[in-house]
């Protein structure tokens, strides 16, 4: 048997059938040109229409992503079915069978960040721009993928939250209301009179202009602690106004400035310590003396 003149044989007929098939493959390759081009005049369209209809920023990119896909998926079959013509669509739904229950255990993660960033999309709570919080992640919401959602935190870092991390544990979504409650804690000494103090850091508060006066403010005196009275201090500012942290800064430099004025004391910790046996005192001198005899 000729091996050789087999070989050369079918390498021979390769040929001819990849020659045969080159106008196949240019159309093919030609579709795959086209349907980029119509995947981005799509994506394009679909923005625009989007940006006057008012849309929320993270629905337009799940749009603008789902329009991109089907006309790719689209596209794609189509190549396909002018490349390789025994392929059909309705053949690879059929041969998915166990094959795609294995693809779905591997790629489960992919396919929950998937879901997770649709529903993410749809739901109105959580947008682009908001500043959230979320399993020990703080930061404001810079860009939504189908995949995963791009966080820059207060201290400048970009993290990246898989979507499923997003949709499956609380988020706290700080800035959905701008009207925000703060809060802090003073405590003042025992021998002071409580009902002056109140008074006092009421009108410290009044003098603070980033406070709400509409929603009012909170005095109240909340526990005797160890060395001080302590008074629990709420109020409500306008975040959009002024940040939050100003607002308090401000808050608290009026009443320590309110209190030293009415003469009231915020008291250091003290510590009491007690002995079961009466206690020895030597000077100095004596200790001396005792150490170098």
Request: proline share 3%; aromatic share 8%.
């Amino acid at each position: 048997m000729n091996y050789a003149a087999i070989l050369s044989h079918e390498i021979e007929a390769m040929g001819k059938a990849f020659v045969q098939e080159l106008p196949s493959l240019a159309i093919a390759l030609a579709i795959i040109v086209l349907t980029w081009t119509v995947a981005r005049v799509m994506a394009r369209t679909s923005r625009r229409i989007t940006s006057r209809a008012h849309v929320r920023d993270d629905l337009k990119q799940l749009v603008e992503t789902l329009v991109r896909l089907v006309v790719w998926i689209f596209g794609t079959l189509i190549a396909l079915t002018v490349a390789i013509p025994s392929f059909t669509p309705a053949s690879v739904f059929a041969s998915l069978g166990v094959g795609a229950l294995a693809i779905g255990f591997a790629f489960q993660d992919i396919f929950e960040n998937f879901l997770a960033g649709v529903l993410i999309m749809l739901r109105e709570k959580m947008n682009i721009g908001d500043a959230i919080k979320c399993g020990g992640i703080a930061g404001k919401v810079e860009k939504i993928t189908l995949r995963e959602t791009h966080v820059r935190q207060l201290s400048g870092e970009l993290t990246v939250v898989p979507n499923s991390m997003l949709f499956k544990n609380p988020v706290e979504i700080l800035t959905d209301q701008h009207l925000r409650r703060n809060e802090i804690v003073v405590g003042v000494s025992y021998d002071t009179d409580l009902l002056e103090a109140q008074k006092v850091i009421e009108q410290a508060l009044l003098s603070v202009e980033a406070i709400d006066k509409d929603k009012g403010t909170v005095v109240f005196a909340q526990e005797f602690n160890s060395s001080s009275v302590d008074f629990l201090v709420q109020w409500w500012s306008d975040t959009s106004v002024q940040d939050l942290r100003l607002t308090k800064s401000q808050v608290i430099f009026a009443i320590k400035g309110a209190l030293d004025g009415a003469g009231i004391e915020i008291p250091f910790p003290n510590v009491t310590n007690t002995f079961k046996e009466p206690l020895s005192f030597l000077s100095a001198k004596a200790l001396e003396k005792k150490r170098a005899a």
